[in-house]
Antibody, heavy 121, light 107 residues
Framework: EVQLLESGGGLVQPGGSLRLSCAAS????????MSWVRRAPGKGLEWVSA????????YYADSVKGRFTISRDNSKDTLYLQMNSLRAEDAAIYYC??????????????WGQGALVTVFS | DIQMTQSPSSLSASVGDKVTITCRAS??????LAWYQQKPGKVPKLLIY???TLQSGVPSRFSGSGSGTDFTLTISSLQPEDVATYYC?????????FGGGTKVEIK
């Protein structure tokens, strides 16, 4: 059974940093690209970042480019999102999501339960 | 970047009604279009990919159509458990943009 379990969410002040993790199980992790998707309170889904199965290719939404870094450790079956220079508008539930293949131009077939990030001043 | 516009933003329909949601891309995306359902307090769920291919386990009352710039998600007979927000998403290239969402309620 495919499982994705996020951790690392919490409260942070504007300008602060946070690192989210997503532990994967139930599939061969390095064979699949992964993404982070967020949903801010009262807003719709927003794709944040994607990474290929090997980790060699990454993409970012303009809203987070230069502040967020996606990475993965295929030896630990874990996906990461390092978030720096956090802003109030980054407050959201962050989901990790699996692409159904190793490439990044894909839809998402499995989703984690989400990690809540709150940015307060 | 390609923009994805959904309409309507919300709708209310009776149980058994046929419901249609539209998604328009600002440029052609062939059939690289997926639809998701997110129920209140739940995780998004993939319904359709490739514009018209039903994900395994999704009820057959859901269907998708379209290609290029105009796409449609249809619920042939609305059920109480279909109350949710529905999103389209394009995936022909980055950014992997979602539409703004359509909230479906029961009248």
């Amino acid at each position: 059974e495919v499982q994705l379990l996020e951790s690392g969410g919490g409260l942070v002040q504007p300008g602060g940093s946070l690192r989210l993790s997503c532990a994967a199980s139930g599939f061969i992790f390095y064979n699949y690209a992964m993404s982070w998707v967020r949903r801010a309170p009262g807003k719709g889904l927003e794709w944040v970042s994607a990474i290929s199965g090997s980790g060699g290719t990454t993409y970012y939404a303009d809203s987070v480019k230069g502040r967020f870094t996606i990475s993965r450790d295929n030896s630990k079956d874990t996906l990461y999102l390092q978030m720096n220079s956090l802003r109030a508008e980054d407050a959201a539930i962050y989901y990790c999501a699996r692409h159904p293949g190793s490439g990044t131009y894909y839809f998402f077939d499995y989703w984690g339960q989400g990690a809540l990030v709150t940015v307060f001043s | 970047d390609i923009q994805m516009t959904q309409s309507p933003s919300s709708l209310s329909a009776s149980v058994g009604d046929k419901v249609t949601i539209t998604c328009r891309a600002s440029q052609g995306i062939s059939n690289y279009l997926a639809w998701y359902q997110q129920k209140p307090g739940k995780v998004p769920k993939l319904l359709i990919y490739g514009a018209s291919t039903l994900q395994s386990g999704v009820p057959s009352r859901f269907s998708g159509s379209g290609s290029g710039t105009d796409f449609t998600l249809t619920i042939s007979s609305l059920q109480p458990e279909d109350v949710a927000t529905y999103y389209c998403q394009k995936y022909n290239s980055a950014p992997l943009t979602f539409g703004g969402g359509t909230k479906v309620e029961i009248k």
